[in-house]
């Protein structure tokens, strides 16, 4: 990544991530940067063909370990495919997920030994490190609702409110421990998406 930066957007569910980083994404583009956007799982064919896998609400017997494995499967076919050679460009990559919300979600969610997982993400990142990652922390009820609302719920927003709430301390115990690279972004239900914007590109600014 010695061209390019890359800034990943974490976030439970409903937490307007995907909002979010489309925002960001064209403010950059109008101050004149190159910029690819991107998520994970998905991104490229395989990536998101295990997308569909994962998401499926059908798919109800998918283990922690399995789900582990499948997304760092996405992961590594989108850093071959994409990450890689987007940062030799030269440009800012923004993603939607990395591998904070697998030790977040299956580690510390799902009881998958973190340690393996991190094991495991640092061969498949193969070095590429994000300059920035942002954690929009939304309360858990709220997120939730708000995702239900938008449309039927997907097999992870299925999950309990409990398993939820392991989900968002899994987050916040990233950010205790790496407080340079992992920002906390506090939402409270009555902000507007214009708002949260304000919040993310003062946080960006000292990396770009």
């Not at 800034?7 to 583009?29: A, H, M, N, V, W």
């Not at 987007?86 to 923004?94: A, C, F, M, W």
């Not at 998958?112 to 061969?123: A, C, L, P």
């Amino acid at each position: 990544m010695r061209k390019g930066i890359l800034i990943t957007f974490e976030g439970g569910e409903g937490s307007g991530k995907s909002t979010q980083i489309k925002r960001l994404y064209d403010y950059l583009r109008g101050k004149g940067r190159a910029v690819f956007m991107t998520r994970e799982p998905g991104g490229t064919a395989a990536g998101d063909a295990i997308r569909k896998i994962l998401l499926d609400p059908k798919n109800k017997k998918i283990s922690a370990v399995s789900e582990t494995l499948l997304y760092m499967a996405s992961r590594a076919q989108l850093i071959e495919e994409v990450i890689l050679p987007e940062s030799k460009k030269g440009k800012i990559v923004l993603c939607d997920r990395w591998l904070d919300a697998t030790v977040a979600y299956q580690g510390l969610g799902g009881g998958v030994d973190v340690k393996w997982i991190e094991s495991i993400g640092e061969r498949v990142t193969r070095g590429v490190r994000p300059a920035l990652s942002l954690y929009l922390d939304l309360p858990v009820k709220a997120g939730l609702a708000r995702a239900r609302r938008r449309r039927a719920a997907d097999r992870m927003e299925k999950k309990s409110l409990a398993f939820h709430e392991k989900v968002r301390k899994g987050f916040l115990s990233i950010a205790r421990r790496e407080p340079g690279r992992f920002k906390r972004i506090g939402i409270k239900e009555a902000d507007t998406i214009s708002d949260v914007h304000e919040k993310i590109i003062r946080a960006v600014r000292h990396v770009i």
